[in-house]
């Protein structure tokens, strides 16, 4: 019988008021783990003489499900405080913005600012958004317990020493502490104060001038975290502060400052604390950088300068490039001293920003109309690439020690980046529209770190654009076959008497079968006394399938006195390369010229006519001839118009592309439509739907759709059903077991182009498995079975029914359960009476099987009130 007394008390005391009474303070931190998984953090401070002690947390998710999450660790402080640790993990159903909710009964008694706080459910609550988008999304650590002391009329300060692992920003603000269901508690207010109590929105620093009144009173700190300038989640802390009379007077910190430092570099300093009442000090940090995987930070107190009413300890923290990120740390120092009996306290902050290390200077090389700029790849190994700054002219910048990047008022332009750390050649050639010469050309370069956070900016390095010689003028297309005909054409040599190269000439063609002269070959040559003949017809060539490249060197060939004259430059002709789309043709002009093209006039075949006509004009090096018909080739040629500046003369130029045919074809997919949901748990489907937008630029031509479907999160979805017509924009979806599951839809148009996937949309709303609490096994008909009220979708179940002295009268797993009030193992029926129940429910949810725990009791009416038919197994 001594088992089954036990069992007694324990029920008892369950509705004793004295277990609901030792909530004081605590949050919810969440860790991502995968795209829709979490784990969940819950810390609370109970009152330590309290019965009440919760060895697990039930968790409102958000997202209409719950569970538990279990204690992992239980730590006894002084002044009464337990710190629990709870933790547990959650798959959500997709993306959304998630309220968390975790409340336990009851408040601790006397809290001043809150009315009747021992009958008040004590609840936190954190927010997060799940949008891959934006990235993956941890919330911050809380690094300061919420649990502090105060003086009487004695400022008090508390920061929450928030450290978000992903760099983003936080904002602080005062709110209002929250009950059951989360909700905010009526008549709460803030606690009393002389002159105000505020929290620093950039800092965190909670600052009360002065406390008013003596007691216990509970702040809650609303701590938002912010992404791109999006808001992406909030944590709400809810901490407790005591407030003594005392005579004793808080120790007081020096200031540090702020620091700016470059990741290599090592920072250093002291921190001093000075007490006017002679009491012994201790100093304690804590913060971001004390935390970092990589080379934390230490802080030693140094005992030989430490003594009544003094202490000094020292920071230091050698940086390295993993601490490079956008946002400051904040290290928050704290000097307590050993008052008998009020110690006091005191924080100051320090903010650390770490700055990657300048990359090396890049080394330039120019070119006619382009500069190609490589540099040594940055020895830190977490930069992800490079941004290219360019600017005509130097600017003599000196980067500020907490600025990274370039400034706009410098003047510098952001021309291109690489993505990778080994990424570190870039071809400047404006665009594809080339560099104009006459400009001396200066560029930077600045590493990038994962987060966007830039390094300090390389030197600067300059270089004029070289001035080829010949300098080509036209590499124009005459005509178009196999055996076609291109003329090239150069500006005529002047000033060869400074060389001197009195002649006479020899000119040498080449010419590549590429865009960039990368594989010149001699073509012909000439010679010439007067260089007057600047031109070339090279005739029998394909002029139809690619551009080609030419250069032309100049040698002075007298007998004895050969030598190349000047540096050679490449020139392309010009080609319309070609994309056929859903009822048009997008142009884009493709060339590698020394000069300018400031603009393009567009041809287009008549097909009756085998004539080119001329259908339009563009400053850009891209066109789009629109309204075409699928299916029917389109021809082109280009003519462009150029120029350029030799010596002081400017010098214009015609040159006529290639032709190149091709025909439209809708190769464009729809947009993706919007999918919507819900479960029809008593049906047993899920109804899907989902519209499509005709919007531009949306295509108009959508035939079908495409669904795709899976039972869980994990894993990848599979078409589960095609449709033909546009408007057949609904199913329902009857499913052999678990209503739970994922989908996303594609639109498909005529020429069967598929678009990306909706977004996935994750059904969990059947978890409604609930068992009746009356039962009346009397063999009249009526309720004479106990089964589930609903059964949902059970894998199976673990279900005990035990009477009221705590014996075991049933189980089974069935989770139609098909109890028939007979004591398991007999053929006798129970008792009329209250039996207590626990039943885990295995079901499977969108992260697998999950086990939920349900308990409760059961009035059975069987008729059988003998006393000798109670038996325990």
Request: with cysteine; hydrophobic share 30%.
């Amino acid at each position: 019988m001594k088992r089954i007394v036990i069992l007694i008390l324990s029920l008892g005391l369950l509705s004793m008021p004295l277990m609901a009474t030792h909530n004081r303070a605590g949050e919810i931190t969440l860790t991502q783990l995968d795209a829709l998984t979490y784990e969940i953090t819950i810390t609370t401070f109970t009152y330590t003489l309290s019965l009440a002690d919760r060895d697990r947390l039930e968790v409102q998710w958000g997202d209409n499900t719950f569970s538990y999450a279990n204690r992992t660790t239980k730590v006894k402080l002084p002044n009464f405080y337990y710190k629990n640790t709870y933790k547990s993990q959650h798959t959500f159903p997709g993306p959304g913005i998630y309220e968390i909710v975790v409340q336990d009964p009851n408040r601790n008694e006397g809290v001043k600012n809150i009315p009747s706080s021992v009958n008040v459910i004590f609840s936190i609550k954190t927010t997060i958004m799940i949008n891959s988008g934006l990235g993956n999304n941890s919330t911050p650590i809380l690094l300061n317990p919420p649990i502090d002391r105060a003086g009487y009329q004695q400022v008090f300060i508390h920061n929450p020493a928030a450290y978000d692992p992903d760099g983003d920003s936080l904002s602080y603000k005062l709110t209002v502490c929250t009950e059951q269901d989360g909700k905010p508690i009526k008549g709460y207010i803030l606690p009393p104060a002389s002159d105000t109590l505020y929290i620093d929105p950039y800092t965190g620093d909670l600052t009360w001038i002065t406390p008013s009144d003596t007691g216990i009173f509970n702040i809650a700190i609303d701590i938002e975290e912010f992404r791109s300038g999006v808001k992406i989640g909030n944590i709400v802390r809810d901490m407790q502060v005591e407030v003594y009379p005392t005579d004793n007077n808080p120790p007081v910190q020096s200031t540090p400052g702020n620091y700016c430092v470059e990741a290599g570099s090592t920072l250093a300093f002291f921190v001093e604390a000075t007490d006017i009442d002679n009491d012994s000090i201790k100093q304690f940090a804590t913060g971001g950088p004390l935390i970092v995987e990589s080379s934390p930070a230490n802080y030693t107190n140094d005992r030989l300068s430490s003594g009544p009413g003094y202490s000094r300890s020292h920071f230091e923290w050698n940086t390295n490039s993993t601490h490079v990120r956008n946002q400051y740390y904040t290290a928050v120092f704290k000097a307590e001293d050993n008052h008998p009996e009020t110690p006091l306290v005191d924080i100051t902050n320090v903010n650390i920003k770490v700055l990657g290390a300048a990359p090396e200077m890049p080394v330039l090389i120019p070119g006619s109309s382009t500069v190609t700029l490589s540099w040594p790849a940055d020895s830190a190994f977490p930069v992800q690439g490079y941004h290219i700054y360019r600017k005509a002219g130097a600017a003599g910048y000196i980067p500020d020690s907490c600025t990274g990047g370039i400034p706009a008022n410098t003047g510098y332009e952001l021309i291109g980046q690489t993505a990778d750390r080994l990424d570190t050649l870039f071809v400047d050639d404006n665009n594809g529209a080339g560099l104009a010469q006459g400009n001396e050309y200066c560029y930077i370069i600045v590493s990038v770190y994962p987060d966007g956070a830039l390094s300090f900016p390389s030197q600067e390095s300059c270089t004029p654009l070289v001035e080829g010689a010949p300098s080509l003028m036209q590499v124009s297309v005459l005509d178009h076959s196999n055996s076609g005909t291109i003329r090239l054409a150069w500006a005529r040599p002047d000033k060869l008497d400074t060389i001197p190269a009195a002649g006479p000439y020899e000119y040498i063609i080449y010419r590549s079968e590429d865009l960039l002269g990368q594989s010149l070959s001699r073509l012909g040559s000439f010679q010439t006394a007067s260089l007057n003949d600047t031109s070339w017809i090279d005739s029998e060539v394909n002029t139809l399938n690619y551009p080609w490249s030419y250069s032309v060197e100049l040698y002075n060939d007298a007998p004895g006195n050969r030598f190349l004259i000047g540096n050679p430059e490449v020139a392309s002709s010009v080609y319309p390369r070609l994309t056929g789309k859903d009822n048009l043709v997008e142009i884009e002009m493709i060339k590698n010229v020394p000069w300018i093209n400031y603009d393009y006039t567009i041809y287009r075949r008549n097909n009756n006519t085998m004539e080119f006509d001329s259908i339009g004009f563009t400053t850009q090096d891209s066109y789009i001839d629109d309204e075409l018909t699928n299916g029917t080739e389109y021809c082109y040629q280009v003519k462009s118009t150029g120029w350029r500046i030799l010596g002081s003369g400017l010098f214009e130029n015609v040159n006529l592309s290639h032709m190149n045919c091709t025909t439209p074809i809708d190769s464009i997919p729809p947009c993706p439509p919007n999918l919507n949901g819900y479960s029809a748990c008593g049906e047993g489907y899920n109804h899907l739907k989902w519209e499509y937008a005709n919007d531009p630029p949306c295509a108009y031509d959508v035939t079908g759709y495409k669904l795709y479907y899976s039972p869980t999160s994990e894993e990848s979805l599979e078409l589960l059903a095609e449709f033909e017509g546009r408007y057949d924009t609904a199913y329902n979806h009857y499913t052999e077991g678990s209503l739970t599951g994922c989908y996303y839809v594609t639109a498909v148009d005529s020429f069967q182009n598929e678009s990306s996937p909706s977004v996935r949309l994750c059904l969990d709303e059947c978890s409604n498995y609930s068992l009746p609490n009356v039962f009346s096994p009397n063999n009249d008909g009526i309720n004479d079975l106990y089964v589930p009220l609903m059964t949902s979708y059970i894998e199976k179940v673990d279900m005990k029914i035990f009477n009221r002295w705590g014996g075991l009268v049933f189980e089974t797993e069935d989770p139609q359960i098909i109890w028939d009030g007979k004591i398991t193992g007999t053929n006798k029926l129970v008792t009329t009476g209250v039996y207590y129940y626990i039943c885990d429910v295995y079901e499977n949810r969108l992260s697998g099987l999950e086990t939920t725990t349900l308990t409760g009791f059961i009035h059975v009416y069987s008729g059988e009130e003998n006393e000798s038919n109670i038996e325990t197994k």
